[in-house]
């Protein structure tokens, strides 16, 4: 994707402590429409506490979070997920109890409207919506290939199919900023490489935003358009791939000083 | 209105001491006796995380048991003080085979099992108690052998306060014997092997067994401290009242206090059984009369609610921080 | 053999939405529903229908209540009895202050007042979870409790204390108090919990279902695909509230006839539970499964001496009925901790594959 193209979210100045331990001190960063953007560091770096501070999960006692435009000094889950920002997680968080088909009809929670009373007669208006965002369900389960395991509780499924059908609950959600928090982790190279395949079609084709937390090196460095690397919270580089990989900061951070 | 609400029960306190420090008294004693049945439960959700509703009815049960025991020796001759000590020691006994059947029967089948189904199976152990008791020692409300365990009665009458004020002295017993017990469970955690892995087991179930610990082992030892710790409550609320199931209600009145200390700790049940305790005969004294009395029956549960509200892993428990 | 699916293509979405995809199933229910409405009817005795059916069903629209909030919300409550006590007296007072309006819209209507109280209740879920959610609805249980028996207007200072059911009539027919027999009673609350429990099974299976199990499974991942977890528990403290109301109306109106508080004290509420988790944590069929083995059970063992020709007193017999109650209790949690509805799922796999399983 091109670099000029305009911002979608900046993160200003976010500072997040629990307590007395900091998570992350006085990050700034932005998020260009179109790219998928990186976010490196080692364990503890305040990786994931990012991705929770903008999809509003953790409230930062510090600094600004624009959106689309709107400047607020912290998001709520909700505001987020109806804003079109969408996520996975690094441990697997999907609904256990439910099919996988179920699991991504509930991303479809937001388009749904009708109340109490139709869901009551499952009928009319309820029905429709339910058959309307059931096939836009069916082209999410097309688009992944999970087409065999539409019926099965997805506690039952492979780590490796659970990781892709969270994707697909994320993706039901239309989002337009979507974080994913480790897709990768404990794949084998074949899993890897469909999971890169569907980032990029998703990037390509549906224009989808993509903020990724990933500790691949490949990954991140083939994937991404920009990266920005936290250490104990702090930001110590961003850039394009290229530029990342030569600061000697980078390198200090991942393989020790004494380099 | 809100004068009888928000003064005049302080006004009363102040202008009747004598009867305030016994509302307090009385409030302290019952608060020792639902922190000793918290105490109970807290032993036991600690090692197995099991939330146990059956501790209520073990108090009864153990209770049941003593007394029957020493209906029985007297009835083949013996009394007195030594048969009720053996009595003591059989019906430890019996809360020990309680605890190996507890643990063989129920605990180990349903081992990785959702907390929900395990406080069900209590249910059961609760019911299976009940018939087995009834059934055993029949229905009738019998009376504690508190003489013969050398247990006082009577009362210490005090002149304080420009009144009388009166303690018995079985509830000055029980709050010393408790305090006694309370500091022994400590000690046997902090300082000996099995307290030591106990600890463990409380932390990880599958970081202790990795290390060896006999989970089950270690889970007849929590049930069994549990059932002495019910006995004990038994003995002492049987003293105060007689021995019927009708005291398993009072199993009910531990559950606030249990979450109002917190689920995981022991000295969460002692602060929260007080703080129940004694709020409750406050309640009961100054304001229930504005409400038509009762108010008893869910005024603990109200101050839980209320507290829970504000902190709502109570007042020990451990600080609930949602990570994903 | 008879039970497979093969060869029914869903030719459509909307077949495979729907709540019973097999035709098979769809027989079976249309089966059970000529025998409850047609044969039981015609063929039970006074006993059947009013001891065991009648009150089978009003339990299990309750636990379909509870089921709602604890199964599918993964809310834990023990106050369900209060909330039925809360629909009784709804209907009570409603229907001796406007006695020209029927009775039957009274039952339903007291389900609203159940469910109000129920929200109301509810709302400390927000913040408070598991066990420690479960003692604050025992304060529900308690405080309503009281109000039963110290708010002499809610059963207009009746002496006794109790609430009288008084004699209502549909259609001309007896349908409440000593006049209406087991038969139209029978069949009205019938007609009363297979519609209910249509619509509750209606309501699980689309996206207020899904939004409330995914608050049960995952909360914090439902908060951040857009779920707002108050209106979501809220909403479900109030449709389990509302069930639970109903059948507390139901309870006195076409069952006892009359109820002191105590027919609403907390046994009631461990009793639905008990039906909950073991006919099965959300599923609708789990509830019936729960409510017929707690209802039933007993009185079979209550009766099983004096059909064998023992002689038990009937104390005894009590007892025995608490011993093994719980020995099953522990017995059913231990062979299928997912409930009576699992078993019946396999069941049906099975079925599926025979006489041929390989």
Request: proline share 4%; net charge neutral; glycine share 10%.
């Amino acid at each position: 994707m091109t670099a000029q193209s305009e911002t979608l979210l900046a993160v200003d100045g976010v500072s997040l402590s629990f307590g007395g331990v900091k998570a992350i001190t006085d990050v700034s960063f932005d998020i260009r429409k179109g790219e998928i953007r990186a976010i490196i560091g080692p364990n503890g770096a305040g990786k994931t506490s990012m991705l929770n501070v903008v999809n509003g999960f953790y409230h930062p006692q510090h600094g600004r979070i624009t959106y689309k435009g709107k400047t607020r000094p912290r998001m709520r889950p909700y505001q987020a997920a109806s804003q079109g920002i969408a996520r996975t997680f690094q441990n697997v968080a999907l609904f256990r109890g439910m099919t996988t088909l179920d699991n991504i009809m509930v991303g479809r929670t937001l388009k749904m409207h009708r109340g109490l009373f139709w869901q009551m007669l499952r009928y009319g208006p309820a029905m429709r919506e339910e058959i309307e965002n059931r096939r836009v369900v069916e082209d999410i389960i097309d688009f992944l290939q999970i087409e065999s395991i539409r019926k099965t509780p997805v506690g039952k499924l492979p780590y490796g199919l659970q990781k892709r059908v969270e994707l697909g609950r994320a993706l039901a959600m239309e989002p337009e900023l979507l974080l994913l928090d480790e897709p990768m982790a404990g794949m084998n190279i074949e899993e890897k490489e469909d999971m890169c395949r569907y980032i990029l079609d998703l990037n390509k084709y549906f224009g989808t935003t993509i903020a990724l937390i990933e500790h691949d090196m490949g990954v991140v460095m083939d994937l991404s358009d920009r990266v920005v690397v936290l250490e104990y919270g702090h930001k110590i580089a961003d850039g394009t791939p290229e530029v990342v990989k030569a600061d000697p900061k980078v390198i200090e951070a991942y393989l020790g000083v004494g380099h | 209105m809100l004068y009888n609400i928000f003064i005049d029960p302080f006004v009363q306190m102040a202008q009747m001491p004598d009867l305030l420090v016994q509302t307090l008294w009385e409030g302290l004693v019952s608060g020792v006796l639902y922190a000793l049945i918290a105490l109970g439960f807290v032993l036991i959700f600690k090692a197995s995380g099991v939330f146990n509703f059956a501790q209520g009815i073990m108090v009864v049960f153990s209770a049941l048991t003593l007394v029957g025991f020493y209906e029985k020796f007297s009835a083949a001759g013996f009394s007195g003080h030594t048969a009720a000590f053996v009595a003591l020691v059989l019906t430890a006994g019996v809360m020990f085979v309680l605890a190996m059947l507890v643990e063989r029967v129920v605990l180990r089948p349903l081992v990785n099992q959702p907390d929900i189904i395990l406080f069900m199976a209590t249910f059961g152990i609760t019911y299976v108690l009940i018939g087995f008791g009834e059934m055993v020692f029949g229905g009738d409300p019998k009376q504690m052998i508190a003489s013969e365990l050398f247990l006082p009665s009577g009362s210490v009458d005090v002149e304080m306060l420009g009144g009388m004020v009166s303690f018995q002295k079985i509830d000055i017993a029980a709050a010393v014997i408790a305090s006694v017990m309370i500091a022994g469970l400590a000690l046997f955690f902090q300082k000996t092997r099995i307290g030591r892995a106990l600890r463990a087991v409380a932390d990880s179930h599958k970081a202790a067994l990795s290390v060896g610990i006999s989970l089950n082992q270690i889970w007849v030892v929590v049930w069994f401290a549990a059932g002495l710790v019910a006995l004990v409550t038994g003995i002492m609320w049987g003293a105060r009242s007689d021995v019927s199931f009708a005291l398993e209600i009072v199993a009910l009145k531990a559950l606030p206090v249990l979450v109002l200390g917190g689920l995981t700790s022991v000295p969460g049940a002692i602060v929260g059984g007080l703080i129940i305790g004694i709020g409750e005969k406050l309640g009961e004294f100054y304001w229930g009369p504005l409400l038509g009395g009762g108010i008893e029956s869910w005024f603990a549960y109200a101050i839980a609610l209320l507290f829970l509200l504000y902190r709502p892993q109570g007042l020990f428990g451990d600080k609930i921080i949602e990570r994903i | 053999m008879f039970y497979r699916e093969t060869g029914q293509f869903k030719q459509s979405y909307a077949a495979d939405q729907a709540v019973f995809p097999i035709l098979q199933d769809r027989l079976g229910l249309a089966a059970i529903l000529v025998v409850a409405f047609v044969i039981v009817p015609l063929f039970g005795n006074e006993f059947l229908l009013a001891s065991v059916m009648v009150p089978f069903l009003i339990l299990s629209l309750g636990a379909i209540g509870l089921n709602i909030l604890v199964g599918y919300t993964g809310l834990l409550s023990l106050g369900s009895a209060a909330f039925m006590g809360v629909g009784a007296y709804a209907a009570y007072k409603l229907s001796t202050i406007f006695p020209g309006v029927n009775i039957l819209v009274w039952i339903l209507c007291s389900g609203f007042f159940a469910a109000g109280i129920g929200v109301l209740f509810g709302l400390p879920s927000l913040r408070i979870k598991g066990f420690y959610l479960a003692v604050a609805t025992l304060a529900a249980q308690f405080f309503l409790q009281w109000c039963f028996v110290r708010i002499s207007w809610l059963y207009n200072d009746n002496p006794s204390g109790a609430i009288e059911v008084p004699a209502r009539t549909l259609f001309g027919l007896a349908i409440t108090g000593p006049s209406a027999t087991p038969v139209t009673r029978y069949l009205v609350v019938l007609v009363i919990v297979v519609g209910m429990t249509l619509l509750a099974s209606n309501i699980v299976h689309g996206r207020i279902g899904r939004t409330w199990m995914a608050v049960r499974d995952m909360d914090i991942a439902a908060q951040l695909m857009g779920i707002r977890l108050l209106p979501a528990k809220l909403l479900a403290f109030a449709v389990s509230s509302f069930y639970c109301g109903v059948s507390g109306a139901l309870m006195v109106f076409l069952w006892l006839g009359a109820a002191e508080p105590s027919a609403f004290d907390i046994k009631l509420s461990f009793l639905l539970l008990f039906m909950v988790i073991i006919g099965g944590l959300g599923s609708m069929i789990g509830s019936f499964f729960g409510a017929a083995l707690i209802h039933i059970l007993p009185i079979v063992i209550r009766g099983l001496p004096e059909a064998l020709g023992l002689p038990i007193a009937a104390a005894t017999v009590e007892h025995l009925t608490y011993l093994i109650v719980g020995a099953l209790i522990i017995f059913f949690l231990i062979v299928e901790p997912h409930g009576l509805a699992r078993l019946w799922q396999i069941a049906k796999q099975k079925l599926r594959v025979w006489p041929f399983p390989y």
